[in-house]
């Protein structure tokens, strides 16, 4: 099982980003429509992968940490397995990173392990890649939303 550990940087603080990432992620798990682009790299083609996202509630510590699983939710023998969480992590007074890490299991065992590190060149990680920067803009957009809310409360 390849190990994940991706990061991106967002310019708000942990106090904005930490409970808006878990406002994000729990939406996604919400909806039964979100779809992940898998790239191929076969002249940049990409193939739209319906994906359930599940939060793991029980195993939340704080909204600094959520765990999450990520499955195709149709042909999902053929398509890897996520299992990890998303962090917030404070980069100083006005700045964040976004950090996912884990693991993924590739289908059809050592021969989809192969393929994905050969001919499909790392595509999973390359999906789990853009994953994060939709989750990054995502929260930044929430984080948005919510400060947007506040100025329109303080004008009332």
Known sequence: MPNIDIE?????????VAPRLETVLRGYAQQDNVTLALGLPLGGAEVAVPVT?????????????????????????????????VRSLAGGPLESTLRLTGTYTAPLGAIGSLGDGTVLGHAAERTLRSFLERVRADTIEEIQRSELDVRMRLRA
Do not use: C, K, W, Y
């Open 53 to 85: 996202i599940e939060t793991h509630a029980a195993e939340v510590r704080n909204a600094f940490e959520v765990p999450l699983t990520l499955r195709a939710t149709q042909h999902a023998l053929m398509f890897p397995t996520f299992d990890g969480e």
């Open 8 to 16: 991106t940087r967002i310019s708000s603080p942990q106090a904005s």
